[in-house]
T-cell receptor, first 112, second 112 residues
Framework: ETGVTQSPTHLIKTRGQQVTLRCSSQ?????VSWYQQALGQGPQFIFQ???????GRGNFPPRFSGLQFPNYSSELNVNALELDDSALYLC???????????FGPGTRLLVL | LAKTTQPISMDSYEGQEVNITCSHN???????ITWYQQFPSQGPRFIIQ???TKVTNEVASLFIPADRKSSTLSLPRVSLSDTAVYYC?????????????FGQGTELSVKP
């Protein structure tokens, strides 16, 4: 069984740029959730995708958007990057009817 | 959504049993209690999940009293590699993925 993978592992961008982060869900999982984790804080829920539809959103502005593909992999897009977007971005997958989320290793984004 | 309260930090020594208690006074009837472990710059790792009474796996035990307003994660005979942040979360059972709210977590430091 393949676990959750994320790419890239690290990324450096400048203010105003756009970024796309990618996540491959664990085999058999159809739900992907994205989280942002600032240094020293717990992860904050951004949004969730279930069967290619957004299925819940946290308190993040519209410049945070996402997609889920037919193979259940997912993308997180952030437009007009701000310095405060610097964080570890985590993807987690879960299966229909199962409660547990399994997290990937994260993408460390630095905005200069 | 039920909020959780747990100690910010705890210290222990190798070989000791560690108990981390989490308060969740407003837990809902269909909420499960889940604990995650996180090492620096890595994604959270699922440890254990329960609904009531006691759950045990190869890593930890979870004790939940009858009123379910608190829970205790018990780590037997900790080692240096158990030094990490531990998060207690509550959320609804099905499709819990999008509803997880992480608090500050408990930073456990295991000393030799």
């Amino acid at each position: 069984e393949t676990g959750v993978t994320q790419s890239p592992t690290h990324l450096i961008k400048t203010r105003g740029q756009q970024v796309t982060l990618r996540c491959s869900s664990q085999s058999g999982h159809n739900t992907v959730s994205w989280y942002q984790q600032a240094l020293g804080q717990g992860p904050q829920f951004i949004f969730q995708y279930y069967r290619e539809e957004e299925n819940g959103r946290g308190n993040f502005p519209p410049r945070f958007s996402g997609l889920q593909f037919p193979n259940y992999s997912s993308e997180l897009n952030v437009n007009a990057l701000e310095l405060d977007d610097s964080a570890l971005y985590l993807c987690a997958s879960s299966g229909a009817g199962k409660e547990t989320q399994y997290f990937g290793p994260g993408t460390r984004l630095l905005v200069l | 959504l039920a909020k959780t309260t747990q100690p910010i930090s705890m210290d222990s020594y190798e070989g000791q049993e560690v108990n981390i208690t989490c308060s969740h006074n407003n837990i809902a009837t269909n909420d499960y209690i889940t604990w995650y472990q996180q090492f620096p710059s890595q994604g959270p790792r699922f440890i254990i999940q329960g609904y009531k009474t006691k759950v045990t796996n190869e890593v930890a035990s979870l004790f939940i009293p009858a009123d379910r307003k608190s829970s205790t994660l018990s780590l037997p005979r900790v080692s240096l590699s158990d030094t990490a942040v531990y998060y207690c979360l509550v959320g609804d059972g099905y499709n819990q993925g999008g509803k997880l709210i992480f608090g500050q977590g408990t930073e456990l430091s295991v000393k030799p």
